[in-house]
């Protein structure tokens, strides 16, 4: 019978050892969760943050794409060696920005 018991408590110590192995694996895996949790907020956060800027830069992206673009038909044109060559789009409040919609020409010749 003391063999019974010395396997009885063998098995119960090998028991104790594996439950407060497991306990303690499932708490750094609930500590590392939280931590994973936090960090995937905070590029939430920061992505909201950024979204304004990227906004921003979009904005600027399509004016300068827009400026790329060729003039349309009836944009006023600058006359050089004889030669129509047309004027960029500008920007407002950098002096380019043209107001007037028609723009008389002198005729050639």
């Known amino acids: 019978m003391s063999r019974t018991n010395d396997d009885d408590s063998f098995f119960v110590q090998e028991r104790d050892r594996l439950a407060s192995e497991i306990t303690s694996g499932f708490e750094e895996l609930l500590s590392l969760t939280n931590v994973l949790n936090r960090q995937v907020e905070e590029v939430f956060s920061m992505s909201a943050e950024y979204e304004t800027v990227a906004n921003l830069w ?15 038909a009836g944009q006023p044109g600058e006359i ?8 960029p ?12 919609d028609q ?5 050639l010749g």
Do not use: W, Y
Not at 58 to 72: A, G, L, R, W, Y
Not at 89 to 100: F, K, N, Q, S, Y
């Open 103 to 107: 723009i008389k020409e002198k005729p």
């Open 89 to 100: 789009a500008g920007l407002p409040g950098t002096g380019t920005h043209i107001v007037t």
């Open 58 to 72: 979009n904005s600027f992206h399509q004016i300068v794409q827009d400026q790329d673009e060729p003039p349309s």
């Open 80 to 87: 050089e060696d004889g030669r129509t060559t047309p004027l």
